[in-house]
């Protein structure tokens, strides 16, 4: 069936650039998204890609996606203590497929 | 905030009760989902709606659960018989009539704990 898979954890040291994976099967997607969810508050539209591209910056982020590979990834350029936070990979056409959730961690 | 609400925020409940959870979408949008997220997950799909009509079930979905949308608006989740396996966040998302990205705006979810 459909699955999106990605790493659980990362852990930078603020400034630094972070990458959170993805692999995922869904082909139908016609979007891909990143949703950030933070401690008690919901889950939030972080960025998304169109299928047909392969990269997509909005300030800060930068998304990559591998359509041969099925491989997606999130940069995060000067991250933030405000970006800790848990970060998700989402596919599906009309039903959304989440990953597990890649949990970042920002220290000083 | 989205503008997606859901009531109650937390609940907590005994195994064999009963428990409806609300959820009001965006007013403008037609399609209104069902999601539940248990401890160290993601959200997993449970059903939606276009406007009332209810599209599609997950099979997660069992014969205990039982979502409405009686006018089109606001959506009731309901679960019989409440199991400890079903404590879990239970969140709504809705979508504009003609998305652009087919974005989905989340509530805040109903945390259930059934002891």
């Known amino acids: 069936g459909e699955d999106v898979e990605q790493s659980l954890f990362l852990s930078v040291r603020e400034g630094d650039s972070s990458v959170i994976n993805c692999t995922y099967t869904d082909s139908s997607s016609t979007y891909l998204y990143w949703y950030k969810q933070e401690p008690g508050a919901g889950l939030q539209l972080l960025t998304y890609?169109?299928?047909?591209?392969d990269m997509k910056q909005d300030q800060r982020l930068t998304v990559l996606l591998n359509k041969k590979d099925k491989h997606l990834s999130l940069r995060i350029a000067d991250t933030q203590t405000g970006d800790s936070a848990i970060y998700f990979c989402?596919?599906?056409?009309?039903?959304?497929?989440f990953g597990a959730g890649t949990r970042l961690a920002v220290h000083p | 905030d989205t503008g997606v609400s859901q009531d109650p925020r937390h609940k907590i409940t005994k195994r064999g009760q009963n428990v409806t959870f609300r959820c009001d979408p965006i007013s403008e949008h037609n399609r209104l989902y069902w999601y539940r997220q248990t401890l160290g997950q993601g959200p997993e799909f449970l059903t939606y709606f276009q406007n009332e009509a209810q599209l599609e079930k997950s099979r997660l979905l069992s014969d205990r659960f039982s979502a409405e949308r009686p006018k089109g608006s606001f959506s009731t989740l309901e679960i019989q018989r409440t199991e400890q396996g079903d404590s879990a966040m239970y969140l709504c998302?809705?979508?504009?009539?003609?998305?652009?990205?087919?974005?989905?705006?989340f509530g805040p979810g109903t945390r259930l704990t059934v002891l």
């Open positions: 989402v596919g599906g056409y009309n039903k959304l497929i």
């Open positions: 890609i169109f299928s047909n591209m």
């Open positions: 998302a809705s979508i504009p009539t003609e998305p652009l990205t087919n974005e989905q705006f």
